[in-house]
């Protein structure tokens, strides 16, 4: 099993730009969870999947959309990139719900937006 | 005040001793503990879960004080490979959200 694996690794942006986030799951998991990471922040929420075609937000949505129309894809959206949105994106999911259970983290997308 | 509070370290030690950290939350109504184990420009892996009743998993111990609430992690006989950043995650039902420390680098040394 590949686990969560996320698309691309890497990417370079102009404000303004826009551009999708892939995120894959082969677990058959129920929920999937997008997190940014920022120096001295922590992971924060934001947007998640309780199953295919649900989304909700969560702590930070602002600027991003989502979608979930397979059950192991987990897109997220950025349409008009901003510096604010530099950061790393990780991708996760869990196999029930987003309190109790271990949630199983993709590599990260490292993006920069100038 | 932030809802989970983690010293960020670097804490260096070396091989074979014995370290401890911290987290502090500030939601009484939290109920549910984790620790994660993140290595450089990777992403975060479950390392245990905290229970009530404290739990122990080989060379790691983690440990709840809800009166004062904090938890806490301890590590003995460390090794080289322990060097990671370590990330609090704490659970409130209410908010039925993770929140994640920023995490408290240990580096350990020869």
């Known amino acids: 099993n590949a686990g969560v694996t996320q698309t691309p690794k890497f990417r370079v942006l102009k404000t303004g730009q826009s551009m999708t986030l892939l995120c894959a799951q082969d677990m058959n998991h129920e929920y999937m969870y997008w997190y940014r990471q920022d120096p001295g922040m922590g992971l924060r929420l934001i947007h998640y999947s309780v199953g295919e075609g649900t989304t909700a937000k969560g702590e930070v949505p602002d600027g991003y959309n989502v979608s979930r129309l397979k059950k192991q894809n987990f897109l997220l959206g950025l349409e008009s990139a901003a510096p604010s949105q530099t950061s790393v994106y990780f991708c996760?999911?869990?196999?029930?719900?987003?309190?109790?259970?271990?949630?199983?983290f993709g590599p990260g997308t490292r993006l920069t937006v100038t | 005040r932030k809802e989970v509070e983690q010293d960020p370290g670097p804490f260096n030690v070396p091989e074979g001793a014995t370290v401890a950290f911290n987290c502090t939350y500030s939601n009484s109504a939290s109920q549910s503990f984790f620790w994660y184990r993140q290595d450089c420009r990777k992403e975060p892996k479950l390392l245990m879960s905290?229970?009530?009743s404290g739990n122990e998993d080989g060379r790691f111990t983690a440990q709840l004080n809800r009166a004062s609430q904090y938890i806490s992690l301890l590590i003995r006989d460390s090794k080289l490979s322990d060097s990671a950043t370590y990330l609090c995650v704490v659970v409130s039902y209410n908010t039925d959200k993770l929140i994640f420390g920023t995490g408290t680098r240990l580096q350990v040394f020869p």
């Open positions: 996760a999911s869990s196999d029930r719900g987003l309190a109790a259970y271990e949630q199983y």
């Open positions: 905290v229970y009530s």
